[in-house]
């Protein structure tokens, strides 16, 4: 072990919050899905001549395929693995995994939308009839009684059915139990070397933080202050830090709770329900976008992956031309720079991993334009890669770490648990005026976390001078429209930088967990419209149940020896600027978050030239094989080397350009290929006029005194590049702003002095 590595040492455990109560699904479903499961993730067994029946839960194949498949595994996987391991890798199914049909049934009460959990259930039931099971199987065999080589064949059949429902059905299961498998499964970690905790850095130490608690009680509690700011995130926190610093009374409500960096990073499956929106599982009305959005203390900048990039001249502009000259001011830049400072944010100490020194590496040699990517990390090193799931060392430098312990040290107050339903309005002479914040606050449970039933649950009612909304894209709009506010720009404008993933394989043992993530960018793509519309190139995070759920599933043992290869892997991301949006809305049954979004045929065209662009980057920096996620597109293999005497064609090798022609006349269509996003901004856009956005330039909600929004919601078109800097500077406009406003009220109601 090197100085720069410590033993590692596990992080306190995060029990999960209880599990749903009853069950979303009949006995005869769960065996259907089970079977389903089983078909995705199956069993592999050799065939042997003394067996004397085929067993149904097992996918038989042949001797010499099944030889052939151990020696493959063993070109890719740790040193470690032994025979037996990789013996119970392949034939580990998904019904084996201890605690996986707990956390599917978590999963389809909490996280799938009503409307899709009951497309779930209808498509289940239809499998366990005769008539149901001969349109959708060609049989009239239940699908759960039928052997695992003719489930997989059926699968296979629905992934280009012409029926619809049957296609969206293979591609949402498929992905679901892909993403279960490698959260929970015993074999993948030690079968890759995948370590719990990162191997680099050293433990930190976090701002031992004061939450205001309540007793119980039945009335409402009422509370009063100054400023309440709704979402601890980065636009709220930094808001926070400059109204308390102003002198005022500041209390921040957070819906998530606080985890300390002693229980950091956690596992995967807990990181999802503790740090993210809806179990880390959100998709668009039409499943074309899946959504990853932070909830947690500190917003998505507990869970970014430290990119610190200001706001681009050329987004700038549009800003300003747009009528909002701020953007264009020094004002703007000295927003920028000062919440940069107080992050230490820097390029000055990065290290690179494998993935980033490929994209600098690789742009060089094609001539593409690349650079490196400023760290929020307090100019210090970060060598971590496992950031998405909460910084142990406190080296990354987000609100956690900088604006909230800034804002406590000077006076502010916090209330974690804290649900916001509305905001609370006074009627005056001139119209509406916000005058605080209502409530349900739960507190933890007897044992200090979320597992067991919550101690206390109050109705608070908090009373302020100014509300300012910073619940993010996706719930600042839902809070407005909950409170009876009727602009109709609320919750439009929906920016998302819909994504498209390139993996790529090395020689090499690159483990791809390790080393920060984002720490360089190619910016070749960025303006192919000539009007600042693009693409951006990027690494990804390289978690296992991140980066291998996004290869399109072509059968059980592929799949598996897909996964074996992740230790030899980069994965990058093609990220667009999109010029086109969507919108966000309650669901009318539950209340949650809806997004309706499909990345137009314009901004799918710029991925489709990152992605392109990627390849390339790959190809000429040694890969040996490149995977593009895109359906009915196979993996390009690299052929050996160019022999001495030759001259290497490079990228104009002619079955590496047939291949690129097969990715451009395949395309990505909306109805083959899943974008991602986690990047959200828009839905409360800033203006000039209430007939297009919701914002003031001030950040002031049309209409309504008092009450304001700082987050990246306001953003007046996609940022462009990861959104953290953009958004915080604004909010320190915003809030420096609203500072300045309660000074002015203090002197008028304190009178002319004698």
């Keep these: 072990m090197t100085s720069r590595q410590i033993e590692m040492v596990a992080p306190l455990a995060s029990p999960l919050p209880p599990p749903p109560e009853g069950d979303v699904l009949t006995p005869s479903q769960w065996l259907t899905l089970m079977a389903i499961a089983d078909t995705v993730i199956p069993s592999l ?21 099944y030889s052939a498949a151990m020696d493959e595994l063993k070109s890719y996987v740790s040193a470690n693995a032994d025979d037996g391991l990789l013996t119970n890798y392949l034939s580990e199914n998904a019904s084996s995994i201890p605690g996986l049909k707990d956390l599917l049934r978590r999963t389809l009460s909490d996280s799938l939308r009503p409307d899709a959990r009951k497309g779930v259930c209808v498509i289940l039931a239809a499998l366990d009839t005769r008539a149901g099971c001969l349109i959708a199987t060609g049989s009239t065999t239940s699908f759960h009684l039928q052997p695992v080589h003719i489930r997989q064949q059926i699968l296979q059949g629905w992934a280009t059915s012409y029926i619809p429902p049957l296609r969206q059905t293979q591609k949402a299961l498929t992905s679901l139990f892909k993403a279960l498998w490698t959260k929970q499964s015993p074999t993948i970690g030690p079968v890759l070397g995948f370590p719990r ?68 990073p956690m596992s995967e499956t807990d990181a999802a329900i503790h740090l993210f929106q809806n179990g880390g599982i959100q ?11 932070g909830q947690a203390w500190g917003g998505g900048g507990t869970v970014n992956w430290s990119a610190s990039l200001q706001t681009q001249g050329f987004v700038r502009k549009e800003w300003s031309d747009g009528g909002l000259p701020f953007f264009t001011s020094s004002e703007f830049q000295n927003s920028l720079d000062r919440v940069c400072d107080r992050m230490g944010v820097s390029t000055e100490y990065i290290e690179h991993n494998k993935a980033n020194r490929v994209l600098l590496e690789g742009s060089r040699k094609l001539g593409y334009s690349a650079k490196a990517v400023p760290q929020n990390t307090g100019r210090t090193k970060h060598y971590c890669g496992y950031c998405t799931l909460g910084c142990a060392s406190g080296e990354k430098h987000g609100p956690v770490v900088s604006f909230l312990p800034d804002a406590e040290k000077a006076g502010a107050q916090f209330i974690e648990g804290f649900e916001a339903e509305r905001i609370i309005f006074e009627e005056a002479k001139d119209g509406k005026i916000a005058t605080g914040v209502k409530g349900i606050w739960r507190s933890r449970d007897s044992n200090g976390g979320v597992s067991g039933n919550v101690v206390c649950s109050r109705e608070i009612i908090i009373k302020a001078k100014r509300v300012i909304v910073s619940a993010g894209t996706l719930q600042s709009p839902l809070l407005l429209v909950r409170s009876g506010l009727k602009n109709p720009q609320i919750g439009r404008n929906l ?66 020896l897909y996964c074996s290869k992740f230790r030899h892997m980069t994965g ?53 094989e490149i995977f593009v996620a895109i359906p009915g597109v196979s993996s390009f293999k690299r052929e050996g080397l160019v022999a001495e005497s030759e001259s290497d064609p490079g990228i104009n090798n002619e079955k590496f350009q047939a291949w690129l022609a097969v990715i451009k006349r395949k395309g990505l ?68 702003g609203v500072a300045k406003g309660l000074r002015r009220v203090e002197r008028v109601e304190e009178g002319p002095r004698l």
């Design 669 to 736: 269509s909306p109805n083959d290929v899943t974008c991602a996003s986690a990047h959200q901004m828009g839905t409360c856009r800033m203006g000039v006029s209430e007939r297009n956005s919701v914002v003031d330039p001030q950040g002031k909600v049309w209409g309504i005194e008092g009450l304001y929004v700082a987050d990246a919601s306001v953003f007046p078109s996609a940022s462009g590049v990861n959104p953290m800097i953009t958004n915080m500077a604004i909010s320190d406009w915003i809030s420096r």
């Design 283 to 293: 998709t668009s009305d039409d499943n074309t976008m899946v959504i990853i959005a």
């Design 495 to 560: 920016h998302l930088h819909p994504v498209c993933t390139v993996g790529a394989v090395f020689l090499e043992d690159v483990r791809p967990w390790e080393g920060g993530i984002l720490t360089s960018v190619v910016d070749e793509f960025q303006n192919l419209d000539l009007l600042g519309h693009g693409a951006k190139l990027e690494a990804s995070t390289m978690l296992p149940s991140w980066f291998l759920p996004i290869e399109d599933w072509k059968s059980g043992l592929e799949y598996k």
């Design 572 to 624: 990058f991301i093609s990220l667009a600027r999109d010029k086109d949006t969507g919108r966000v809305y309650a669901d009318p049954v539950d209340g949650k978050c809806r997004v309706s979004y499909t990345a137009s045929a314009f901004d799918r065209k710029h991925i489709l030239e990152g992605v392109i662009g990627l390849a390339k980057i790959c190809y000429v920096s040694g890969a040996k």
């Design 45 to 65: 067994e050799a065939s042997s001549s003394s067996a004397s029946a085929t067993p149904s839960n097992k996918l038989i194949i042949p001797s010499s395929e």
């Design 197 to 264: 905790m990162p191997v680099h850095g050293k433990p930190g130490k976090g701002f031992d933080y004061d939450f205001i608690q309540f007793p119980p009680g039945i009335d409402p509690e009422v509370i009063d202050t100054d400023v309440v700011i709704v979402g601890s995130g980065c636009g709220g926190a930094v808001c926070a830090k400059n109204l308390s610093e102003a002198g005022n009374r500041v209390l921040v409500v957070e819906k998530a709770y606080h985890y300390p960096p002693e229980h950091l």
